[in-house]
């Protein structure tokens, strides 16, 4: 009996010990024993700048061939289950970072807005009048995140806030920033920003980046 007593009066002390609660978010370097870079590692070439968006009033349009078209608001984005993983972005212009993502599956969302059979190309478009795009396939066929951390801090604006696309085993200039609008469409011969300027649209990192044709 008095050792039960004791085991309930442990239990319940134990109960009373709060899990600490983290005041201002640290970036982290290390992820399961591989190094990360820095945040502050990435270099800012974006086409006009960094863009400095409202939360309140952004939305995250996902329209075009699909059957249930959606504004999503930036929280019933990010309050769904959300996947990290470490991921290298690589610039064309020579420069890498290796950084731990967290954010939800674009897949997901393009399931719920429901595309038409038609829908064969994704195109996303940001703040800044940039955007690119990508087979259907590439989507709903890989765990592609659409991230709102970097290193567990929230992006900064410099960084794509509220939302960059981690384009694993794309070149650094698909994983677009500032994010605005999803549209799905038959247009396989869409061209993004750089794409459009010479970039090869299948982007593909063992492959040059050049399309010289
Ligand atoms: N909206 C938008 N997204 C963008 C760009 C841009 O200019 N505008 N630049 C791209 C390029 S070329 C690279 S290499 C990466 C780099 O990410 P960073 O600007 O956060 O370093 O963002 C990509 N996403
Ligand atoms: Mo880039």
């Known amino acids: 009996m008095k050792k039960l007593v004791l085991l309930l009066a442990i239990v319940l002390v134990?109960?009373?010990?709060?899990?600490?609660?983290?005041?201002?978010?640290?970036?982290v370097r290390n992820y399961e024993g591989q190094d990360l870079s820095s945040i502050q590692d990435?270099?800012?070439?974006?086409?006009?700048?960094?863009?400095?968006i409202d939360i309140d009033s952004y939305?995250?349009?996902?329209?075009g061939l699909v059957n249930n078209p959606k504004d999503y608001t930036y929280s019933?984005?990010?309050?769904?289950?959300?996947?990290?993983?470490?991921?290298?972005?690589d610039?064309?212009?020579?420069w890498s970072v290796n950084i731990l993502w967290?954010?939800?599956?674009?897949r997901e969302l393009i399931q719920e807005v429901d595309p038409t059979q038609e829908a064969n190309t994704i195109i996303l478009y940001a703040e800044d009048g940039y955007s690119t795009s990508f087979p259907i396939e590439y989507i709903m066929e890989n765990d592609i995140i659409l991230a709102h951390k970097q290193n567990d801090l929230t992006l900064?604006?410099?960084?794509?806030?509220?939302?960059?696309l981690v384009a694993e085993e794309k070149w650094g200039y698909k994983w677009i920033k500032w994010i605005t609008k999803i549209e799905l469409?038959?247009?396989?011969?869409?061209?993004?920003?750089?794409?459009?300027?010479?970039?090869s649209d299948t982007e593909d990192r063992d492959k040059s980046f050049r399309d010289f044709n």
């Open 14 to 27: 134990a109960g009373c010990i709060q899990q600490p609660i983290e005041l201002e978010g640290v970036e």
């Open 42 to 52: 990435f270099r800012e070439n974006s086409i006009k700048g960094p863009q400095y």
């Open 59 to 63: 939305t995250l349009e996902i329209s």
């Open 76 to 89: 019933e984005i990010i309050n769904r289950q959300t996947y990290k993983k470490v991921v290298r972005l």
């Open 91 to 94: 610039c064309v212009e020579g």
């Open 102 to 106: 967290e954010g939800i599956l674009l």
């Open 156 to 164: 900064a604006p410099e960084r794509g806030f509220p939302f960059q």
């Open 185 to 199: 469409s038959d247009d396989e011969n869409y061209t993004g920003y750089w794409e459009s300027k010479g970039y």
